[in-house]
């Protein structure tokens, strides 16, 4: 069974940085595409980012310009540049295989104070 497991959450202030991971079980070669959603208290999940298996990128206009999505082998990052406070979420990675199956991580709390 295909995992997918995220690191790099915590707490950090207004204007910092984070970078998130998510190690896949299978090269990500294997997924159509792969993504980092987000989830706030109280509000649905949204697209963060997403990356194709052939590069192209999209994001969220609320983070475009500020975060970054790139993929190595296993692995899909999210570099989280001047964070502010409505960034705050538990942050999840999500991949699409080629029939449409959609898995996901068990999510990391992103806490960013004002």
């Known amino acids: 069974q295909v995992q997918l497991v995220e690191s790099g959450g915590g707490l950090v202030q207004a204007g910092g940085t984070l970078r998130l991971s998510c190690a896949a079980s299978?090269?990500?070669?294997?997924?159509?595409?792969m993504g980092w959603y987000r989830q706030a208290p109280g509000k649905q999940r949204e697209l963060v980012a997403v990356?194709?298996?052939?590069?192209n990128t999209n994001y969220a206009d609320s983070v475009q310009g500020r975060f970054a999505i790139s993929t190595d082998k296993d692995t899909v990052y999210l570099q989280m540049n001047s964070l502010k406070p409505e960034d705050t979420a538990v942050y999840y990675c999500?991949?699409?295989?080629?029939?449409?199956?959609?898995?996901w991580g068990q999510g990391t709390q992103v806490t960013v104070s004002s």
């Open positions: 999500n991949a699409l295989t080629w029939m449409t199956n959609s898995l």
């Open positions: 299978v090269s990500i070669f294997n997924f159509k595409t």
């Open positions: 990356i194709t298996n052939g590069g």
